[in-house]
T-cell receptor
């Protein structure tokens, strides 16, 4: 149990376009989902926390108008990178916290590699 | 603010040997949780082991065990009988409060030599 999927696994887009990444909890309800960004051989940097039905909470330095997060249901959160530029190229990982689950434990998706040309 | 520090960017171990990865953290919280995650080349984050701060007993999961020293704010991971499949990047993480947020260390890349 506790499987999280992400789609797509990799995406290449042109500069100036928008890209949407989906994060789904497949076999549990996720009260909270998290979005991270990871550069090669670096740690995970938390971008934002999203709770179902409410606005996402962004970490300091993360542009909320550029990285739009929607948490429409207890099993789906989406991250939209708007007007993407080459510097947005990165590995994006989502995770989900299970309702009633172990405090602070997160289940991670397999990640999405975004390349902006 | 909480911080997590992994001071070993890279470690190597011979297959079947034992290796210890270090992690220290800083917090003023009294109730918190600590985790070790493994990230293999596939980049899928996998939970290795977790420890509740209120438990004095060190957590163990098969070949993986921790040395949790609460007063010293230290949380090291010991991997016994290392296997080639253990090669990965390992992250120490700290969680506290009702937000569920995790703070990750910088990571340690573990190489296992045959």
């Amino acid at each position: 149990g506790a499987v999280v999927s992400q789609h797509p696994s990799r995406v290449i887009c042109k500069s100036g376009t928008s890209v949407k990444i989906e994060c789904r909890s497949l076999d549990f309800q996720a009260t909270t989902m998290f979005w991270y960004r990871q550069f090669p051989k670096k740690s995970l940097m938390l971008m934002a926390t999203s709770n179902e039905g409410s606005k996402a909470t962004y970490e300091q330095g993360v542009e909320k108008d550029k990285f739009l997060i929607n948490h429409a249901s207890l099993t789906l959160s989406t991250l939209t990178v708007t007007s993407a530029h080459p510097e947005d190229s990165s590995f994006y990982i989502c995770s989900a916290r299970r309702a009633g689950g172990f405090e602070s434990e997160q289940f991670f998706g397999p990640g999405t590699r975004l390349t902006v040309l | 603010a909480q911080t997590v520090t992994q001071s070993q960017p890279e470690m190597s171990v011979q297959e079947a040997e034992t290796v210890t990865l270090s992690c220290t953290y800083d917090t003023s919280e009294s109730d918190y949780y600590l985790f070790w995650y493994k990230q293999p080349p596939s980049r899928q984050m996998i939970l290795v082991i977790r420890q509740e701060a209120y438990k004095q007993q060190n957590a163990t999961e098969n070949r993986f065990s921790v040395n949790f020293q609460k007063a010293a704010k230290s949380f090291s991971l010991k991997i016994s009988d290392s296997q080639l499949g253990d090669a990965a990047m390992y992250f120490c993480a700290f969680g506290a409060g009702n937000t569920g947020k995790l703070i990750f260390g910088q990571g340690t890349t573990l190489q296992v030599k045959p």
